[in-house]
Antibody, heavy 112, light 109 residues
């Protein structure tokens, strides 16, 4: 069974940057569109971004457009989310998902 | 990018059936057969239980079933079990982006 593992979360100051990674094992990333979804603890799921199979098409939620960039490296079986100009309201657990599989999430905290 | 509408809570007794709703628009739920349902237990990652409106991934009990009518999708849980108590979210393709519902907390009495 396939597995997705996120990494790269942590504490960052407002205005700072982080890059999240999502590594796939037992799961062929290139077969699927991949998404990032976030969840403030205790709140609902919010879709953030998605990238198509070969990385040629990306879409973003209005709340992150122009600040976040999704990308993928199918050779490394990994998806990324580059997050710039971070705000307090970006604080959440970030999940990567695709092909019916979800990772366990990585916590991003934006605070001074 | 408006969220889909789900009732915040629902409940049912052990062994009974409950149906959860997910209402969108013709631009999302009503326009595409790409509705997903997720189950999330506290502190855990979401798990896909229904995809493409009606399909069940392997390993998901057939007590879970999905349907759609117009702009509203539904998840029916039959023969409720204690472990079904969880948060349930729906999502839909919306012509490029994806949109989630706010979630329904299902309590098993």
């Amino acid at each position: 069974e396939g597995q997705l593992v996120e990494s790269g979360g942590g504490l960052v100051q407002p205005g700072g940057s982080l890059r999240l990674s999502c590594a796939a094992s037992g799961f062929t990333l290139s077969s699927h569109w991949m998404h990032w979804v976030r969840q403030v603890p205790g709140k609902g799921l919010v879709w953030v971004s998605r990238v198509n199979n070969d990385g040629s098409s990306t879409v973003y939620a209005d709340s992150v457009k122009g600040r976040f960039t999704i990308s993928r490296d199918n050779a490394k079986n990994t998806v990324y989310l580059q997050m710039n100009s971070l705000r307090a309201e970006d604080t959440a657990v970030y999940y990567c998902a695709g092909g019916g599989t979800w990772g366990q999430g990585t916590l991003v905290t934006v605070s001074s | 990018q408006s969220a889909l509408t789900q009732p915040p809570s629902a409940s049912g007794s052990l062994g009974q059936s409950v149906t959860l709703s997910c209402t969108g628009t013709s631009s999302d739920v009503g326009g595409y057969n790409y509705v997903y349902w997720y189950q999330q237990h506290p502190g855990k990652a979401p798990r896909v239980i229904i995809y493409d409106v009606t399909k069940r991934p392997s390993g998901v009990p057939d007590r879970f079933s999905g349907s759609k009518s117009g702009n509203t999708a539904s998840l029916t849980v039959s023969g409720l079990q204690a472990e079904d108590e969880a948060d349930y979210y729906c999502s839909s393709y919306a012509g490029g982006n994806e949109v989630f519902g706010g979630g329904t907390k299902l309590t098993v009495l």
